[in-house]
């Protein structure tokens, strides 16, 4: 049997928190922070298989997590999904621009996220032995 992979939800809104570790909780283990500095603590404490990141959070806003994340050797590689109300075309490219691996826009349809997390699990999780 396989541990679930482990997802950290990194939101400043707990409804938002709330409502996206219930779609998640059943295939995943989900853990949360409340902004990007919080994100990067806990990011070091749970060792994350993928995070999803909101954009727009006090102390340290999502883009500038995400340029953290990837300029640590540790986290380099690791899956980053903005999930943010910032649908605009200029604000996808900002999303990818900072290193995000993927992008999904608020609110959140619970299918195309898990079809997206599914997938980049799939691509980048380590195949555990039997």
Known sequence: MTTPARILLVDDSPTVRAALSAMLKDDFEVHTANDGLD???RTALVRPDLILLDVQMPVLDGRATCRALRSDEATRNLPVI??????????VEQGYGCGATDYVCKPVDRQELLAKVHAWLGATRPVEPS
């Open 39 to 41: 994100g990067l603590a």
């Open 82 to 91: 903005l999930v943010t109300a910032l649908d605009g075309e200029e604000d």
